[in-house]
């Protein structure tokens, strides 16, 4: 009953491969900083010997139901932005692999009230962390127009953000847009019968990317890795749109975000880490059984 459970709450990504990326030492210390439903960090455990240790992080309080009974297992209830400050609380300076799935959870989506999937009527709210209290009706509702205009541009890469910008701002002087299907009515112009679904998944991908800060996240974490992975410690990371992924390879080629590294007075560039083979993608069977993991990309890098 408890694997079922499990399973619906999220089917890990690329599972094998991530871990494999992680090439654990069974007695290393390890983090997976999306913990989820815990299908990844089940698989760490299962490689890790008695005096081995799995760190897992995760805002979303719904994960906590999934916490692992087991002594080489520690769940922190916090976002990944946080994970020196909760390593070191704990007592880990450096660790020899990090795991991370980034994106929405199955449980998310799948849960209606949280306001993630374009499936459902629901308030609009979108929030990873429950605890907070930004949300995607203040996006939605209190941003003004430029700042609409940007988010709809930047992290839904939407080519008519202006006129969605405006529309928005013009339906809200009416009455507060507090629900799915009253964003969807405000858009309506925008939204044709044969691409309605897939604009709405970058709308909504925007409007979620906003709420939760999930880019500056994503670059506060990876700042981190070179300082708490130990040499040769790896970083194994899915992301599933450009924008993360971006991030991502940038990152683990040059230690930077943009631009390039600087040259030493030998011509030489110092990088923290080097890419472990080419990234990954799911197969047409994983595919086939999980369609969310359809735009998945796995790439691994090795600390210097």
């Known amino acids: 009953m408890l694997v079922i459970l499990l399973m619906e709450y999220h089917k ?3 599972l094998k491969e991530t871990v494999d990326g992680l090439n654990i030492q069974p007695n290393g210390v390890y983090v997976d900083v999306t913990f989820g439903g815990g299908g990844h960090a089940r698989e760490i455990l299962s490689r890790l010997g008695d005096t081995g240790k799995l760190i897992a992080f995760d805002q979303d309080k719904d994960a906590l139901r999934n916490a692992i009974d087991d002594p080489r297992f ?3 209830n916090e976002n990944f932005r946080f994970l020196k400050r909760f390593l070191r609380f704990h007592g880990y300076r450096q660790v020899d692999g990090i795991l991370g799935d980034f994106g929405v959870s199955s449980h998310q989506f799948d849960e209606a009230e949280r ?3 374009t499936r459902f009527e629901a308030d609009l709210d979108m929030r990873m ?3 907070s209290a930004f949300s995607a009706f203040d996006v939605v509702n209190k941003y003004e127009e430029s700042q609409l205009r940007n988010v709809l541009f930047q992290y839904g890469e939407l080519k008519a953000a202006t006129g969605m910008a405006r529309s928005i701002t013009e ?3 009416h009455k507060p847009i507090k629900t799915s299907e009253q964003l969807k009515k405000a858009l309506g112009r925008f939204l044709p019968k044969h691409k309605e679904n897939k604009i709405l998944a970058q ?7 906003e709420v939760n800060q999930e880019l500056e996240a994503l670059k506060e974490f990876l700042l981190q890795t070179p300082e708490v992975l130990k040499p040769g410690g790896r970083l194994s990371l899915i992301s599933y749109h450009s924008l993360e992924d971006r991030l991502v390879k940038r990152f683990m080629r040059s230690g930077l975000f943009e631009g390039e ?3 030493d007075v030998f011509g030489r560039v110092e990088v923290p880490f080097k890419l472990v083979g080419k990234f990954k993608i799911p197969s047409e069977a994983e595919i086939r059984d999980n369609n969310r993991a359809r735009s998945a990309k796995l790439r691994v890098a090795e600390k210097l």
């Not at 709308?203 to 990317?209: D, E, N, P, V």
């Open 74 to 76: 520690l769940l922190v």
């Open 115 to 117: 306001g993630f999937s």
């Open 129 to 131: 962390d429950q605890n």
């Open 171 to 173: 339906a809200r002087l």
């Open 12 to 14: 890990p990504v690329l």
């Open 261 to 263: 590294p600087e040259k």
């Open 203 to 209: 709308i909504y991908q925007a409007i979620r990317i």
